[in-house]
């Protein structure tokens, strides 16, 4: 079968630093990404990880391990609009993409 | 101008009833896709299709059914609606193969969705 696994919850202070794990299940692997979702908007795409190690966009971070099958969005300096949930997803060897159930994030003041 | 477009962003219906929702793309991607997201959130690929191939979520009903007019265009009718079918419908789009930027990944772009609402 093909999952992901992420927590469904987490919470920080502005400021802090936060990281969201997933670890995946699936047939076939391209890649780890990451997407944000405010509530009632659309996901966008944050990064994407084909290769292990870290990848560095601004405040956001990404790592993968393949052997592992984990990776993790690393969130720096958290401000308010960081307040949202964040979907790690992995494009299979079907050509489809399935998504992790998603991740919570409150920032607070 | 918006990259990826749904019509409408909202739609109520009577159980029973077919309806259609239409997307749009103006990025000069060959792919596009439909997800359903329930009220828990979960995000679940539903469709996607490019010029030479549809490939469908085995766990879809047949009473969806994708349409593209054209490579910009890709609409979902759903036939005989259901209560379980209210939730909001994302469509979106990537290019295809290695042609992206990121190699086999493809960034996917999406629509704004449309909260479908059966009662």
């Known amino acids: 079968g093909q999952s992901l696994e992420q927590p469904s919850e987490v919470t920080a202070v502005e400021g802090a630093i936060v990281q969201i794990n997933c670890t995946y299940q699936t047939s076939g692997f391209y890649g780890l990404s990451w997407y944000q979702q405010h509530d009632g908007g659309a996901p966008t795409f944050l990064s994407y990880?084909?290769?292990?190690g870290l990848e560095e966009t601004g405040r956001f971070s990404s790592f993968l391990s393949r052997s592992d099958s984990y990776g993790y969005l690393l969130l720096q300096e958290l401000q308010m609009k960081d307040s949202a949930s964040y979907f790690c997803a992995v494009k299979n060897y079907g050509q489809n993409f399935v998504f992790g159930p998603g991740t919570r994030l409150s920032v607070l003041p | 101008d918006t990259a990826v477009s749904q019509t409408p962003k909202y739609l109520v219906t009577q159980m029973g009833n077919d309806k259609s929702i239409k997307c749009e793309q103006n990025l000069g991607h060959d792919t596009m896709y439909w997800y359903k997201q329930d009220s828990k959130k979960f995000l679940k690929i539903m469709f996607s299709?490019?010029?030479?191939?549809?490939?469908i979520n085995e766990t879809v009903p047949n009473r969806f059914s994708p349409k593209s007019p054209d490579k910009a265009h890709l609409n979902l009718h759903i036939n005989s609606l259901e209560l379980g079918d209210s939730a909001v419908y994302f469509c979106?789009?990537?290019?295809?193969?290695?042609?992206?930027?990121?190699?086999?990944?493809?960034?996917?772009?999406f629509g704004p969705g449309t909260r479908l609402t059966v009662l």
């Open positions: 990880n084909a290769l292990d």
């Open positions: 299709y490019n010029n030479k191939e549809l490939i």
């Open positions: 979106a789009s990537s290019e295809s193969g290695t042609s992206g930027s990121l190699g086999f990944y493809n960034e996917q772009f």
